[in-house]
């Protein structure tokens, strides 16, 4: 069993930056792809970004690449988000998530989830 915690959403103005972080507890953190994922009111959960157990690989959607930037450091456990140039819908619900398979955009491919921190995007 792995236990996520997200952390550092807020409100930011747009174009500015935020960083989202993850810890996880409980089985080994670096075995585990780490995704992190976004849900705006009234729209389906949607992928943001991936990372190989290693950190080596990296997969983002295409309405954040260049923008965001997911690290790990497996010596903390942690995840991490850094998200620049925000827009007004980068505003979501960020989860964090970790999964024992290949690195993926589908939730269906992660096992374990945050709870979500709230990102507000104000113009």
């Known amino acids: 069993q792995v236990q996520l915690v997200e952390s550092g959403g807020g409100l930011v103005q747009a174009g500015g930056s935020l960083r989202l972080s993850c810890v996880a507890s409980?089985?080994?953190?670096?075995?585990?792809?780490m995704g992190w994922f976004r849900q705006a009111p009234g729209k389906e959960r949607e992928f943001v970004a991936a990372l190989s157990w290693s950190g080596s690989h990296t997969y983002y959607s295409a309405s954040v690449k260049g923008r965001f930037t997911i690290s790990r450091d497996n010596a903390k456990n942690t995840t991490y988000l850094q998200m620049n140039s925000l827009k007004l819908k980068d505003a979501a619900v960020y989860y964090c998530?970790?999964?024992?398979?290949?690195?993926?955009?589908?939730?269906?491919?992660?096992?374990?989830w945050g709870q979500g921190t709230q990102v507000t995007v104000a113009s």
């Open positions: 998530a970790a999964g024992d398979r290949p690195i993926s955009d589908l939730p269906s491919q992660y096992d374990y």
């Open positions: 409980g089985r080994t953190f670096s075995r585990y792809v």
